[in-house]
């Protein structure tokens, strides 16, 4: 049951649509982006464009993603995306067999993809935190995501290329960008 319902959870985040109601986008002094509603900064290139996606499973839970994405044409994508699952819904689901499926998935989805490398990450103030890396045959295409849990929040950064892979140091330092900001009050 717990199974087909994290696989139901993927497929349905896979294949969501968008929704209205949008978070904030901050820009910071230190060129940093990010959001207050979702208490977080990164170092995108640029401005990314800002989107959300409605779920509902079953008649009692619902829930909203918001996800942070700059694109570089075609080729290169970095995204933040966070979830604020109902308690009772994610109290029930085993967190680390919920981001391997979830990767999984995403590597079912895009052609010939593998993955290549899982680590699990101690990072202070997040109760899991797991790094995967994705490569496929075409040269110089690759993805690499981090997810990690804080509460019922979760959050999903990655990086992916579809050709012309930049210098890994330039994708860790994307990953390694993401950090929880805690707003002041106004």
């Known amino acids: 049951m717990l199974r087909n319902s994290l696989v139901l959870f993927v497929i349905l985040l ?13 820009k910071f002094k230190s060129g ?8 977080f900064v990164a170092k995108f290139p640029d401005k990314p464009s800002v989107s959300s996606r409605h779920y509902q499973l079953g008649a009692t839970n619902e829930f909203n993603e918001f996800v942070f994405q700059y694109r570089v044409g075609m080729e290169h994508r970095y995204v933040v995306s966070y979830i604020d699952f109902p308690n009772d819904l994610i ?4 967190t680390e067999q919920l981001f391997d499926q979830t990767i999984q998935n995403i590597s079912a989805q895009l052609d010939d993809y593998r ?14 935190s797991i ?9 110089g295409a690759m993805m690499k995501a981090r997810l990690l849990k804080r509460g019922e929040r979760i959050y999903y950064i990655y990086f992916a290329c579809a050709k012309r892979q930049p210098n890994t140091e330039d994708i860790d330092a994307f990953l390694d960008s993401f950090q929880l900001y805690q707003p002041k009050d106004s």
Do not use: H, M
């Open 14 to 26: 896979l294949s969501s649509c968008g929704g209205n109601d949008l978070p904030d986008l901050v």
């Open 32 to 39: 940093l982006y990010g959001s207050r509603a979702g208490e």
């Open 91 to 94: 109290k029930g689901w085993d």
């Open 115 to 128: 993955i290549s490398d899982r680590q699990v990450n101690q990072v202070k103030g997040y109760d899991k």
């Open 131 to 139: 790094t995967y890396a994705l490569f496929s045959s075409t040269p």
